[in-house]
């Protein structure tokens, strides 16, 4: 899966992509316990992807 570019020159690495399209989908859906929980679970994805590739993201979404 090839890296996605965004503004400013920022390139995205393609599991954070992925992660943001995730939570985007996610925001569709109706607010309940269990969209918390996989809200919560995809921002601690976020966190160690971003860990992981040395990205200084500091916003998901």
Known sequence: MPTVFRPHG???PPALDEINRRIR???DEPAN???AKEYTRLLVLWTEATEANGADWGEAA
């Open 10 to 12: 920022r390139a995205m």
């Open 25 to 27: 989908l996610l925001m």
């Open 33 to 35: 316990e269990l969209r």
